[in-house]
């Protein structure tokens, strides 16, 4: 089991920066697959980027590659999301997700994770 609390949400003009944070409880964090995922008004939850356990393989969706970078620091159990070149339309609750048996194939499917976090909010203006 594990426990996933997000912070760093806020407020950023577009072309800004932010960093979200994600820590987990539990002793066998390398074990997990981490996720974030985000979700809009009026949208329904999509995949921003995962790292996979061990390795720590990273996988990004298109709409972010390039601008948001994952990364793991396993000795700190938390899984960082460096979000670079915000615009509005990344706008939304972030959430991190997590599990332990997560195959690669499944990596971008929300369902899949058994863990989730509370979530923070990001608001990206013109």
């Known amino acids: 089991q594990v426990q996933l609390v997000e912070s760093g949400g806020g407020t950023v003009q577009a072309g800004g920066s932010l960093t979200l944070s994600c820590v987990a409880s539990g002793r066998t964090f390398t074990d997990y697959t981490v996720g974030w995922f985000r979700q809009a008004l009026g949208k329904e939850r999509e995949f921003v980027a995962a790292?996979?356990?061990?390795?720590?393989?990273?996988y990004y969706a298109d709409s972010v590659k390039g601008r948001f970078s994952i990364s793991r620091d396993n000795a700190k159990r938390t899984v960082t999301l460096q979000m670079n070149g915000l615009r509005v339309e990344d706008t939304a609750v972030y959430y991190c997700a997590a599990d332990q048996g997560l195959i690669t194939s499944s990596i971008r499917i929300g369902e899949q994770y058994d863990y989730w976090g509370q979530g923070t909010h990001v608001t990206v203006s013109s």
């Open positions: 790292i996979k356990r061990y390795g720590g393989a990273t």
